[in-house]
């Protein structure tokens, strides 16, 4: 982990009112974003560092501003400086989501509602001022998998016929997400702040926002790559949210596409953290991820892709008695 204090903070936390406070590095995850908690005797707050060219503070500052004007809880920004990398923040505190329920298991259901009610009132709104979910971004994103999977496996599969299955699968979705809701993409246990309260949720980690469909942030949720959600409880709070919010009848169907879709991308992304990045922990999260891909591509609508499967994936790989997702030479 790096610790290093970035060049050019103490002045930018002047700026900002903070100056002399303290500087905590906190851990770091999978992007060149960092974070670090400043104090001073009369409170906290959040500095992310997200330098140019690896990184732009623009797209989250836009999203933030946007969410809080819109009654949802994103912190407020409290400093910026886009051109430096510089972003202070309200502080939630360290008590996300995932390590509250590993305390407290017990209220898992009533958190995950909290959750999904967050999501109805987000689905509420007119869609934010965020680029159209295209298809073309849903491709890139799944190519993720053959890219790095399937070299890191040793495996030379039909790209081509990768684009078109995923092009067939996406059609009904495309249709059915104009006008469309703001779609976070990367809503889940982890970035989910519990401050001060279970009601009080705090969002994090939405910079990537698009305009989309509402059962994405959905299966990011109950589909949570970092966490296990029981196909009991996914079942009853996909329920909860079709009960409060104005579904399509065919929503089960896209959520299981968008489910596929995102967990052959984080299958890809996983791999890549091992390879381009150095950071192999993330290959221990595969197999809950492969086995949710399995399960979404059991729906009748994943049928291209699962023919995709069956003709490209050798079995071995794909053996819930074994390793889902196979082993890596690590």
């Given at each position: 982990m790096d610790l290093s204090i970035p060049a050019g903070v103490e002045p930018f936390l002047a700026e900002s009112g903070w100056a002399g406070a303290e500087i905590e590095p906190l851990p770091g995850d999978a992007?060149?974003?960092?974070?670090?908690?400043?104090r001073r005797s009369n409170g906290t707050a959040m500095l992310m560092h997200a330098p140019p060219p690896h990184?732009?503070?623009?797209?989250?500052?836009?999203?933030?501003?946007?969410?809080?004007a819109n009654g949802l809880r994103a912190p407020r920004i409290l400093g910026e400086s886009p051109a430096q990398g510089f972003v202070l923040l309200q502080d939630f505190g360290e008590v996300r989501m995932r390590e509250y329920l590993d305390a407290w298991p017990q209220d898992e259901e009533e958190i995950y509602r909290i959750a999904i009610d967050a999501l109805v009132q987000l689905h509420r709104l007119p869609p934010g001022p965020?680029?159209?979910?295209?298809?073309?971004?849903?491709?890139r994103e799944a190519k993720l998998f053959v890219d790095w999977y399937c070299p890191a496996q040793g495996l030379y599969v039909d790209g081509r016929g990768w684009a078109n299955a995923w092009e067939q699968v996406m059609a009904p979705v495309l249709v059915r997400q104009r006008p469309g809701v703001t779609v976070m993409?990367?809503?889940?246990a982890e970035n989910i702040m519990l401050d001060g309260g279970l009601r009080k949720q705090g969002l994090l980690d939405f910079q990537d926002a698009l305009v989309g469909h509402p059962a994405y942030d959905l299966v990011s949720l109950l589909q949570d790559a970092r966490r296990d959600v029981s196909p009991a409880l996914e079942a009853a709070m996909f329920d909860y949210y079709v009960e409060r919010a104005d579904a399509h009848p065919d929503f089960l169907a896209d959520y299981a596409r968008l489910g596929a879709q995102r967990n052959a991308k984080i299958v890809g992304i996983f791999v890549r953290l091992w390879k381009r990045d150095g950071k192999p922990r993330y290959l221990d999260y595969i197999p809950r991820v492969w086995n949710l891909l399995e399960r979404d591509l059991a729906h009748p609508a994943l049928a291209p892709v699962a023919a995709w499967f069956d003709q490209n994936i050798p079995a071995e790989l794909r053996d819930p008695a074994g390793t889902p997702g196979g082993k890596f030479d690590v």
């Amino acid at each position: 982990m790096d610790l290093s204090i970035p060049a050019g903070v103490e002045p930018f936390l002047a700026e900002s009112g903070w100056a002399g406070a303290e500087i905590e590095p906190l851990p770091g995850d999978a992007s060149f974003r960092r974070y670090f908690r400043v104090r001073r005797s009369n409170g906290t707050a959040m500095l992310m560092h997200a330098p140019p060219p690896h990184e732009d503070p623009e797209p989250f500052l836009r999203a933030a501003k946007w969410l809080d004007a819109n009654g949802l809880r994103a912190p407020r920004i409290l400093g910026e400086s886009p051109a430096q990398g510089f972003v202070l923040l309200q502080d939630f505190g360290e008590v996300r989501m995932r390590e509250y329920l590993d305390a407290w298991p017990q209220d898992e259901e009533e958190i995950y509602r909290i959750a999904i009610d967050a999501l109805v009132q987000l689905h509420r709104l007119p869609p934010g001022p965020f680029t159209q979910y295209s298809l073309s971004e849903y491709q890139r994103e799944a190519k993720l998998f053959v890219d790095w999977y399937c070299p890191a496996q040793g495996l030379y599969v039909d790209g081509r016929g990768w684009a078109n299955a995923w092009e067939q699968v996406m059609a009904p979705v495309l249709v059915r997400q104009r006008p469309g809701v703001t779609v976070m993409r990367d809503y889940h246990a982890e970035n989910i702040m519990l401050d001060g309260g279970l009601r009080k949720q705090g969002l994090l980690d939405f910079q990537d926002a698009l305009v989309g469909h509402p059962a994405y942030d959905l299966v990011s949720l109950l589909q949570d790559a970092r966490r296990d959600v029981s196909p009991a409880l996914e079942a009853a709070m996909f329920d909860y949210y079709v009960e409060r919010a104005d579904a399509h009848p065919d929503f089960l169907a896209d959520y299981a596409r968008l489910g596929a879709q995102r967990n052959a991308k984080i299958v890809g992304i996983f791999v890549r953290l091992w390879k381009r990045d150095g950071k192999p922990r993330y290959l221990d999260y595969i197999p809950r991820v492969w086995n949710l891909l399995e399960r979404d591509l059991a729906h009748p609508a994943l049928a291209p892709v699962a023919a995709w499967f069956d003709q490209n994936i050798p079995a071995e790989l794909r053996d819930p008695a074994g390793t889902p997702g196979g082993k890596f030479d690590v």
